[in-house]
């Protein structure tokens, strides 16, 4: 279990003041989190899970949260207007990819939308839930989910993500408070940059630098369509356009595959 005073002592986050929820187990963290906003609950809550019986991945898919794993979900604020949640969920990938460097993983990168690669394979997801408080306003949850202390012998072999867990590629396990605490303070000092630049230039930039999808060849999926071609861009609002035989095309929803580039 996840020592909350520990993570307290290196927090030096200036916007966010997280309120911490802790669970030895849970349905789904992100379940949690919406239930607490039905309640009132505000930006800063962040339900913590040390595994979850019924994690969710996009688009509906499971999650297997087995122990070791490190589960949360934080409720933030959309920053500037609501349409840039999408943004929020790239800003939180690049925040787990500092957390992850900062308790010394190397090779990580981001791959659109919002997956961690280790190496070539997916170590964590982000799931962004937006939840309406008023006729107005927002609140965005973002889930994590890494797989930091587990081990590939925990998941089932049937497993429909090609994944890895930080305890298998470096071979040791690592302080999940450490890397808790790295990813909070790494969020809030990128909001920060959103609030005083109001805008995401910034933080595309970061995740431009740590994205592993440009320049690659990849399939997407649309609804019944497939198309295939070269990751080229991340635009202003976190689409991917791609450049196919057939021309550009702007993805905004939707999975995309890395290809080898031959
Ligand atoms: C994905 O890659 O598809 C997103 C995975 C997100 C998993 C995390 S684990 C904590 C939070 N609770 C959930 O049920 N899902 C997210």
Same mark, same amino acid.
């Given at each position: 279990?996840?020592?909350?005073?520990?993570?307290? @002592?290196?927090?030096? @986050?200036?916007?966010?003041?997280?309120?911490?929820?802790?669970?030895?187990?849970?349905?789904?963290?992100?379940? /949690?989190?919406r239930?607490?906003?039905?309640?009132g #609950?505000?930006?800063?809550?962040? /339900?913590?899970?040390?595994?979850?019986?019924?994690?969710?991945?996009?688009?509906d898919?499971?999650?297997?949260?087995?122990?070791g794993?490190?589960?949360?979900?934080?409720? $933030?604020?959309?920053? %500037?207007?609501?349409?840039?949640a999408? $943004?929020? *969920? $790239?800003?939180? &990938?690049? #925040? +787990? /990819?500092?957390?992850?460097?900062?308790? *010394?993983?190397?090779?990580?990168?981001?791959?659109?939308?919002?997956?961690?690669? =280790?190496?070539?394979?997916?170590?964590? *997801?982000?799931?962004?839930?937006?939840?309406?408080? &008023?006729?107005t306003?927002?609140? %965005?949850?973002?889930?994590?989910?890494?797989?930091?202390? &587990?081990? #590939?012998?925990?998941?089932?072999?049937?497993?429909?993500?090609?994944?890895?867990?930080?305890?298998?590629?470096?071979?040791?396990? @690592?302080?999940?408070?450490? $890397?808790?605490?790295?990813?909070?303070?790494?969020?809030?000092?990128? %909001?920060?940059?959103? %609030?005083?630049?109001k805008?995401?230039?910034?933080?595309?930039? +970061?995740?431009?630098?740590?994205?592993? @999808? =440009? *320049?690659?060849?990849?399939?997407? /999926?649309?609804?019944?369509?497939?198309?295939?071609?070269?990751?080229?861009?991340?635009?202003?609002?976190?689409?991917?356009?791609? +450049?196919?035989?057939?021309?550009?095309?702007? +993805?905004?929803?939707?999975?995309?595959?890395? =290809?080898?580039?031959?």
């Amino acid at each position: 279990m996840i020592d909350l005073e520990l993570v307290q @002592t290196c927090l030096k @986050t200036t916007i966010l003041r997280p309120h911490f929820i802790i669970y030895d187990e849970v349905g789904s963290t992100n379940e /949690v989190a919406r239930e607490h906003i039905l309640k009132g #609950a505000q930006e800063g809550l962040l /339900v913590l899970a040390g595994q979850q019986s019924k994690g969710r991945g996009r688009y509906d898919r499971h999650w297997h949260s087995p122990k070791g794993g490190l589960y949360f979900s934080m409720v $933030l604020k959309p920053q %500037i207007e609501l349409t840039s949640a999408p $943004l929020m *969920g $790239l800003l939180v &990938s690049c #925040a +787990v /990819v500092r957390g992850l460097h900062k308790i *010394g993983v190397d090779n990580v990168s981001v791959k659109w939308p919002n997956d961690i690669l =280790l190496g070539f394979d997916k170590v964590a *997801g982000i799931l962004c839930e937006l939840v309406p408080t &008023s006729r107005t306003d927002f609140l %965005i949850i973002i889930g994590v989910g890494i797989n930091q202390n &587990s081990r #590939a012998s925990d998941f089932p072999k049937d497993y429909e993500y090609s994944f890895t867990t930080v305890r298998d590629y470096i071979g040791q396990t @690592t302080s999940q408070e450490r $890397l808790l605490c790295a990813i909070i303070n790494s969020i809030d000092s990128l %909001i920060g940059v959103v %609030i005083t630049e109001k805008s995401y230039t910034s933080i595309l930039d +970061v995740w431009k630098r740590m994205s592993s @999808t =440009l *320049g690659n060849k990849v399939r997407v /999926v649309d609804g019944s369509e497939i198309h295939i071609g070269i990751a080229e861009e991340i635009l202003e609002d976190g689409a991917l356009s791609v +450049v196919t035989e057939k021309g550009k095309r702007v +993805v905004r929803i939707g999975d995309i595959t890395h =290809l080898r580039n031959d």
